[in-house]
């Protein structure tokens, strides 16, 4: 098996199951046309997110890392009336296609960006108040990974979700002697997990049209 292979099934699972509808499909034009990286997460990841949104019955969610709104729009979709998604990104560029995006897709009331450094928006998050978050979606610069992870998990209550993207990294995750800072924090990740009594959680190994990665998903106690 190989990555064609990966990425045909991928093609059908969203050709059946996963379809876009004409809003996703503008904020993936709009992203594209504006010379957005094309790294949102998957059709199909994008449907477990929002799968576990509507399990938590989430009304507050976190996002770190908007892009051009693709994430930001499924978790705002799976949330009910009233619910919100604050999403942090760093890039203003990218945060205005974003809302763009968001405005046209009908979610403007639903979702805050906050631009910036995540880093630096969480003092005012946690000032305001904010939280706790339902669900936390971690996929921003990946040598954060375990820092939003340690503020999400303060600002959680019993039975908040946190999901961290990027984690596998093409398997590097497994290398002892990685010298990639978002490997490193990868396995930093893990460790911290591992001594951390108040989450129960696992990774979930990907492969599919955009290579072979994984998500760590964290039930907090
Ligand atoms: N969640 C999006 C994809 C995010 S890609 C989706 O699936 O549709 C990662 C994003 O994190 C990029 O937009 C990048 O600009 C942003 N980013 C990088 N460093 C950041 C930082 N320090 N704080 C917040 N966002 C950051
Ligand atoms: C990449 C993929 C992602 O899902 C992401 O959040 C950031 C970067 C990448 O393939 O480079
Ligand atoms: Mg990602």
């Given at each position: 098996?190989?990555?064609?292979?990966?990425?045909?099934?991928?093609?059908?699972?969203?050709?059946?199951?996963?379809?876009?509808?004409?809003?996703?499909?503008?904020?993936?034009?709009?992203?594209a046309?504006?010379?957005?990286?094309?790294?949102?997460?998957?059709?199909?990841?994008?449907?477990?997110?929002?799968?576990?949104?509507?399990?938590?019955?989430?009304?507050?969610?976190?996002?770190?890392?908007?892009?051009?709104?693709?994430?930001?729009?499924?978790?705002?979709?799976?949330?009910?009336?009233?619910?919100?998604?604050?999403?942090?990104?760093?890039?203003?560029?990218?945060?205005?296609?974003?809302?763009?995006?968001?405005?046209?897709?009908?979610?403007?009331?639903?979702?805050?960006?906050?631009?910036?450094?995540?880093?630096?928006?969480?003092?005012?998050?946690?000032?305001?108040?904010?939280?706790?978050?339902?669900?936390?979606?971690?996929?921003?610069?990946?040598?954060?990974?375990?820092?939003?992870?340690?503020?999400?998990?303060?600002?959680?209550?019993?039975?908040?979700?946190?999901?961290?993207?990027?984690?596998?990294?093409?398997?590097?995750?497994?290398?002892?002697?990685?010298?990639?800072e978002?490997?490193?924090?990868?396995?930093?990740?893990h460790?911290?997990?591992?001594?951390?009594?108040?989450?129960?959680?696992?990774?979930?190994?990907?492969?599919?049209?955009k290579?072979?990665?994984?998500?760590?998903?964290?039930?907090?106690?």
């Amino acid at each position: 098996m190989d990555q064609e292979t990966f990425a045909a099934v991928d093609a059908f699972v969203e050709a059946t199951i996963v379809p876009a509808d004409d809003s996703l499909q503008d904020a993936l034009d709009v992203a594209a046309a504006a010379g957005l990286p094309a790294i949102q997460v998957s059709p199909p990841q994008g449907r477990l997110l929002q799968i576990l949104t509507r399990l938590q019955g989430a009304e507050k969610v976190l996002e770190f890392g908007t892009l051009g709104g693709y994430s930001t729009i499924l978790l705002a979709r799976a949330l009910p009336g009233g619910g919100r998604v604050i999403s942090l990104e760093a890039n203003a560029e990218y945060a205005e296609v974003a809302r763009g995006s968001i405005e046209r897709a009908g979610l403007g009331e639903a979702v805050e960006i906050r631009v910036g450094p995540a880093l630096e928006a969480l003092p005012a998050l946690e000032e305001e108040g904010a939280g706790p978050f339902d669900l936390t979606f971690i996929d921003a610069d990946k040598v954060n990974t375990p820092n939003y992870f340690a503020w999400a998990l303060d600002h959680s209550r019993p039975g908040s979700l946190i999901v961290a993207d990027n984690v596998v990294r093409g398997g590097t995750l497994a290398e002892t002697t990685s010298d990639d800072e978002a490997t490193r924090a990868q396995r930093r990740l893990h460790e911290m997990i591992a001594v951390e009594s108040r989450v129960t959680a696992t990774t979930i190994q990907t492969v599919g049209g955009k290579g072979y990665d994984g998500f760590t998903i964290a039930l907090v106690r």
